[in-house]
């Protein structure tokens, strides 16, 4: 018997033998009935605890399992995507804050596909040098990556200098200000650290920042502030998707008119929306 059945039969054992105690102490009351009574309740209480524990040793193993299975997917995932990067030198951990293999992996995809020119990031890190290696590939291409932190920007720079992938990628450091008075959200990036990107330019704009702390809807300036630098059908991708914010985010960008209908949403790492500029 599958045991999620086996513990819901000792439950129902467990309900049956309380009921026919009530029933047989409810037609005599004499001494006999009472022992029989506790008997009968002592048995049901010990089989109650029983199924309970089974319950929740049963419910561990399960989510050790799914834990085991996605680990083991990672892994798959992780292995394929170093054969198809081939980085020259080992790339910093697919986990925590990074991207995981999954989404490195979509990214790396898309940017081989779309075959951009030019890419806007906002927040570095590993995806930059992701995104500068399949640039590498492609042979052509240029990524404008923006961070808030200057330790990151600098660091992401120092990366791609050892992976020799400056070619491809720049990172500058863009403090974020205070917009009170603005539409878009209480804090962005300073505005004049765009002025380097060419209006109407970019192909791909990956939003992987500000970090979520930062204000109310952190990501949606976005597009509102940077419109201007993409093409008509950019693409789009938003990480963290599954984020309750995010999805605020989405929605006002659709009410908006930023992106085209039906984006698509990927359950990987920790949800990927892909949407194309009107």
Excluded at 48 to 70: G, N, P, Q
Excluded at 75 to 94: M, V
Excluded at 190 to 203: C, H, L, N
Excluded at 224 to 253: S, T
Aim: overall charge neutral; some cysteine; aromatic content about 12%.
């Amino acid at each position: 018997m599958p045991a999620k059945k086996l513990i819901f039969f000792k439950f129902t054992l467990a309900l049956v033998l309380v009921i026919l105690a009530l029933s047989f102490y409810s037609l005599s009351f004499d001494l006999t009935a009472g022992i029989c009574l506790l008997a009968l309740f002592g048995l049901s209480a010990a089989i109650f605890l029983v199924s309970y524990e089974d319950y929740k040793l049963s419910e561990r193993i399960l989510s050790r399992t799914d834990v085991a299975k996605s680990f083991a997917h990672s892994a798959n995932n992780s292995i394929w995507f170093h054969e198809a990067l081939r980085p020259r030198l080992p790339l910093p951990p697919l986990a925590g804050w990074a991207l995981d293999p999954e989404t490195a992996g979509y990214l790396y995809k898309s940017i081989i596909r779309e075959k951009p020119a030019v890419i806007l990031e906002l927040g570095s890190g590993v995806s930059t040098l992701i995104m500068a290696y399949a640039l590498d590939s492609n042979g052509t291409g240029h990524i404008y990556s923006f961070d808030a932190e200057k330790k990151f920007s600098e660091r992401s720079t120092s990366v791609l200098e050892a992976h020799d992938l400056v070619e491809y990628a720049s990172v500058t450091h863009a403090p974020l200000v205070d917009y009170t008075n603005s539409n878009y959200g209480s804090k962005w990036y300073e505005s004049s650290a765009f002025s380097s990107v060419p209006d109407g330019s970019v192909d791909i704009i990956l939003v992987d920042g500000p970090p979520e702390k930062t204000s109310h809807l952190a990501r949606y300036p976005a597009l509102p502030r940077l419109c201007k630098k993409l093409k008509k059908n950019a693409l789009i991708i938003l990480d963290d998707a599954e984020r309750k914010g995010e999805k605020a985010i989405i929605q006002k960008w659709l009410e908006e008119g930023y992106i085209e209908d039906n984006p698509k949403f990927y359950s990987i790492g920790t949800g990927v929306c892909i949407a194309r500029a009107r």
